[in-house]
């Protein structure tokens, strides 16, 4: 089901590898959750030592993981299917991360709430992201950045001896 070469061409569209995009940003957040994971180990009152990290918290990990997977898959075919990257995208990953959370912890009504906060939270993130306008070239904001030294108030011409 993917679109022709023509359609690509003619509206700038190229369509995102689920796959490929789907297991980087899982593995992105599979350390996110391994750090999460150890944060919880060592805060935590146990005598499971450093091993703690996967053995007593180490759901967490796998628990970023399956959310960081589930958001970029959702997101990209959404983005493919539409033929369109706007907010909606990000809304529906969103969605789909916020709704694996709520069934984790085996509740519809969290499931939905998650779908609801998360997929608006990063819905309202992607939409602000494209209202910045037009994209500036490094050297155009390193010039609105820097101050530009003041013009002289007389100028001064060069003497003729």
């Known amino acids: ?34 750090f999460v994971s150890t944060l919880q180990n060592a805060l935590g009152n146990h005598s499971k030592g ?3 990290v996967v053995t007593r918290t180490g759901g967490t990990i796998g628990f970023f993981a399956a959310m960081g997977f589930t958001f ?28 694996l959370a709520g069934l984790r912890q085996k509740s ?9 906060v998360i997929g608006g939270a990063m819905g309202i ?14 050297e155009e904001r390193r010039n609105k ?3 530009k030294p003041p013009k002289p108030i007389v100028e001064l011409e060069p003497s003729s001896a």
């Open 1 to 34: 089901m993917s679109p022709s070469p023509s359609a690509d061409s003619s509206s700038g569209f190229s369509p995102k590898p689920v796959l490929e995009y789907a297991s980087t940003v899982g593995l992105q957040s599979a350390g996110v959750g391994l």
């Open 50 to 52: 450093a091993m703690g």
């Open 72 to 99: 970029a898959a959702t997101e990209a075919v959404v983005r493919n299917t539409r033929e369109q990257d706007d907010a909606l995208n990000g809304f529906a990953g969103g969605c789909a991360a916020g709704f």
């Open 108 to 116: 519809l009504p969290i499931a939905f709430g998650g779908c609801a």
């Open 125 to 138: 993130f992607d939409y602000s992201g494209q209202l910045s306008g037009v994209q500036e070239s490094r």
């Open 145 to 147: 950045f820097f101050k």
